[in-house]
């Protein structure tokens, strides 16, 4: 089964609130956009652009969150090492608990009926733009992923992601 019981533990303890990220992202600018093949996991919700996006550092994560306008439908991607990160192209990019020592993904999607997350996985992610205060707050995000959730050759769920805090 694809849905992993941690992103609903997380979920329900608070741990993925993305009411603060939305008030965070007021004051930025930004596009969190996706499209899925059929069968892409673990996004249950139609094609879109959000523009309601936050991209900060959390617990070694660099976390990308997006979510609807009405608030119903959100994302987030998850990479580690969040702070080591660069811009640049990073292929094989396995599940963060798969990869500890590399660059390590997690895609979680929610909305009323819940949080999902994949068993396992694989990803491509090419960081165009990444800028950051000296304290390590990102100011400014660019970014493509390609997603397949338990196989390299699942269907694949394609984001881009751009933020500017002005």
Not at 44 to 58: G, I, M
């Amino acid at each position: 089964m694809r849905i992993i019981a941690r992103a609903f533990a997380l979920a329900a303890a608070g741990l993925l609130t993305f009411g603060a990220a939305s008030a965070a992202a007021q004051d930025s600018v930004g596009a969190f956009t996706f499209t899925t093949e059929p069968g892409a996991f673990p996004t249950y919700v139609q094609p879109d652009t959000w523009y309601t996006v936050n991209v900060f550092q959390y617990d070694g994560l660099l976390n990308l969150d997006g979510e609807s306008a009405n608030g119903f439908e959100w994302m987030r991607v998850e990479l580690s090492p969040g702070e080591q990160l660069t811009t640049g192209r990073y292929e094989n990019v396995r599940s963060i608990s798969e990869n500890p020592t590399g660059v390590g993904i997690r895609v979680i999607a929610g909305g009323r009926s819940g949080a999902l997350s994949c068993a396992d996985d694989y990803a491509t992610v090419d960081i165009m733009e990444l800028e950051r205060t000296a304290d390590g707050n990102v100011t400014r995000f660019a970014a493509d992923i390609e997603h397949h959730c338990d196989s390299p050759t699942a269907p694949a769920l394609r984001i881009q992601v751009k933020y500017d805090e002005r």
